[in-house]
């Protein structure tokens, strides 16, 4: 099936600092997700991507759907506290047996320090 | 946006029982689906759960260990059957389709396993 490799594992950051973390595809996929969970919660929703090429922001976050549809990438700009968490990218495809089933990558731990 | 809410958070239960969740969600929605977060992992379909008919099981899971009904739009249950200490997860229900934006899903909070 389909996997999606998500990059770094996890992450030691200070205060202030940007963040950058990205999942790639060995095939491709129709829409790309990003959510964050924190401890005890369920993920929540951040970004969602419909389109190859789209750059999407949401306050100090910002998405891209790779080109190729294989990849996409959130960067957090001016990190605070309250980013920590973990972060997944879900990739989905539409139609026939795979509607509205989500896979997700292995999720990105991070740490910002005061 | 839905508001998706699961009983119980978490529960602690011996070896060979079993275990109903539930999941509640304050409007109706085309598509709900149950996903399993075993500890310091990511979150894995167990299977998407079919108003009116049969669960739809992904790979690696079968009806008689995680039973699922769907009686209404808005309502869906998660049974795991003989419980054994390798179920201990986080349990997840999840809403998306048609009536929400494209393919996003919501998650409710999660049902916390712990299975002695």
């Known amino acids: 099936g389909q996997q999606l490799n998500q990059s770094p594992q996890s992450m030691f950051i200070q205060e202030g600092e940007d963040v950058s973390m990205n999942c790639t595809s060995s095939s491709i996929f129709n829409t790309w997700l990003w959510y964050k969970q924190d401890p005890g919660e369920g993920p929540v929703l951040l970004i969602a991507?419909?389109?190859?090429?789209e750059l999407t922001s949401n306050g100090r976050l910002t998405a891209q759907f790779g080109i190729t549809r294989k990849d996409s990438f959130l960067n957090i700009s001016a990190s605070i506290p309250s980013d920590v968490g973990i972060y997944f990218c879900a990739g989905a495809n539409a139609g026939g047996t795979s509607y509205g089933k989500l896979t997700f990558g292995q999720g990105t731990i991070l740490t910002v320090h005061p | 946006s839905a508001v998706i809410s699961q009983k119980p958070s978490r529960d602690i239960c011996q070896r060979g029982t079993s275990l109903t969740i539930q999941c509640q969600v304050d409007?109706?929605?085309?598509?709900m689906f149950w996903y399993r977060q075993q500890p310091g992992q990511s979150l894995t379909l167990i299977a998407t759960a079919n108003q009116g008919s049969e669960a739809t099981y992904e790979s690696g899971f079968v009806i008689d260990k995680f039973p699922i009904s769907r009686p209404n739009l808005t309502f869906s249950t998660l049974t795991v059957s003989n419980m054994s200490p390798e179920d201990s997860s986080i349990y997840l229900c999840s809403v998306g389709g048609p009536g929400l934006a494209g393919h996003e899903q919501f998650f409710g909070p999660g049902t916390r396993l712990t299975v002695l």
């Open positions: 991507l419909y389109k190859a090429g």
């Open positions: 409007s109706q929605v085309t598509m």
